[in-house]
């Protein structure tokens, strides 16, 4: 069917309904998640905006009370938006400093008294700034202590409108803790604005279902099934609707699902867009893929170090963890795309660092065409094609598959042979993957 129009209130609804889609998926999946304020890169056409126009106001309200005699219109209408900032504040048992903040800030009051030239604005702030002295969190103490010294009205106006923001912000963190126990099931949660966002938005899961066709069409191919005996002529399987081609054996729903899930693991960006139904979860998804891609190459390098070596110097206390350290520590960011340097100077720190062991335990050092050997097999792990690289990036996936399995989630009790060294690594991307995959499957 056609695109459907989607009107601008009906755009805004779709808007509001992700948001708390998003936030409500956010708490249950990030321990760490906070509501944070909107920051802009330095250079940004946003931020050079932004500047500009405090900057106007700013200076607009200091020649306004700079004057003779001073202008309070925009230092009124700060006093309406503080007085705002600190009943949001307030907790429902608070009614007595909700009637004082009322009464001390009334604004009708404060704009005849302005009228008269009868405005006290030190003490009005004053008066501020012991409110919020006693509604901010500890951590807020110094900052609100601090502007007490201030005796610009203009810049102390501007400091308590900041630090306002920031006891707003620490009070919506503090409502998500509150929370966080409270929406620890979120399923029917999700599954019921997921469904409101697809009636209003029928045709916006395409990538979800080229994601899901691609997984059908491989769990298909990888089948080792015997296609079912050909429907006799004239037998119900032959005419009902829906019937399923001889040739064909359908996948399971479950084994589609896992197939695609263990994909997302080897996403190229740039090529096909993410699913839709995953995009809530798809920086948390490629910081998976990225963790896999770098103790691929560590496992990898550890493998083929060991290959060369022999177990006497790898049974060699430390020398394992010194070479995992160092290749960790030159994978720590990195792109993929990147690896190739990063092998490069990955195989001069293994060399190195077999050189010295070899000499404490006495050894003599390897001959020259043994050491550009294991030099030219550690930087030959930057092909996918690699027969190492392959062989432990199908031992961590078949692992990780575990995890991501309804009825497997205990049984990654065997850990896969030669991964020993990042075990502790591989255990943690695991779980964490594990987690995200079983709430979207819900």
């Not at 177990?311 to 960790?328: E, M, W």
Request: glycine residues 4%.
């Amino acid at each position: 069917s056609p695109p459907q129009a989607v009107s601008v209130n009906q755009l805004q609804e779709i808007t509001d309904d992700i948001s708390k889609l998003t936030i409500a998926h956010q708490i249950v999946l990030d321990s760490d998640f906070k509501l944070q304020v909107a920051s802009f890169s330095p250079k940004s056409l946003e931020n050079q905006v932004k500047e500009t126009l405090h900057k106007a106001f700013w200076d607009s309200l200091e020649e306004q009370l700079s004057a003779s005699p001073p202008d309070y219109t925009r230092a009124i209408q700060l006093l309406q938006e503080i007085k705002e900032a600190l009943l949001s504040l307030l907790l429902p048992r608070h009614n007595q400093l909700r009637s004082q903040i009322e009464e001390v800030l009334d604004m009708e009051l404060i704009r005849q008294e302005a009228e008269h030239g009868a405005l006290d604005i030190r003490g009005l702030t004053m008066y501020v700034l012991g409110t919020m002295a006693r509604l901010c969190a500890p951590v807020r103490d110094e900052e609100v202590r601090g502007l007490q010294s201030l005796t610009d009205p203009a810049q102390l106006l501007r400091e308590i409108f900041r630090v306002l923001g920031l006891m707003k912000m620490d009070m919506l963190n503090f409502i998500v803790q509150s929370l966080r126990t409270h929406l620890q099931d979120t399923v029917q949660y999700e599954q019921k604005k997921f469904q409101e966002l697809l009636d209003k938005l029928p045709n916006s899961l395409d990538c979800t279902r080229e994601w899901l066709s691609r997984a059908a069409a491989e769990v298909s191919a990888s089948s080792s099934q015997p296609p079912p005996p050909p429907a006799v002529s004239g037998s119900p399987a032959a005419h009902s609707p829906g019937a399923v081609s001889s040739s064909t054996t359908v996948p399971s729903l479950t084994s589609v699902l896992d197939r695609g899930y263990m994909n997302l693991l080897c996403w190229e960006p740039g090529q096909k867009k993410y699913p839709e139904t995953l995009l809530m979860d798809q920086a948390r998804l490629q910081e998976v893929q990225a963790q896999v891609n770098q103790l691929t190459i560590i496992a990898a390098v550890l493998l083929v170090t060991s290959g060369t070596c022999g177990s006497t110097l790898c049974g060699s206390p430390g020398f394992v963890a010194r070479l995992k350290r160092v290749t960790k520590a030159l994978l720590e960011g990195l792109s993929c795309t990147r690896y190739e340097e990063a092998l490069e100077d990955i195989s001069d720190q293994v060399l190195q660092e077999v050189s010295r062991t070899l000499s404490q335990l006495g050894y003599a050092a390897f001959t020259t065409d043994k050491c550009a050997s294991l030099k030219g097999q550690i930087k030959s792990i930057v092909d996918k094609g690699n027969a190492v690289r392959r062989v432990v990036e199908q031992r961590i996936h078949s692992f990780l598959s575990l995890f991501i399995s309804p009825d497997g989630q205990n049984s990654h009790k065997d850990f896969p042979k030669g991964l020993d060294p990042i075990q502790e690594e591989l255990l943690e991307v695991g779980h964490r993957f594990g987690s995200v995959i079983h709430h979207n499957r819900q």
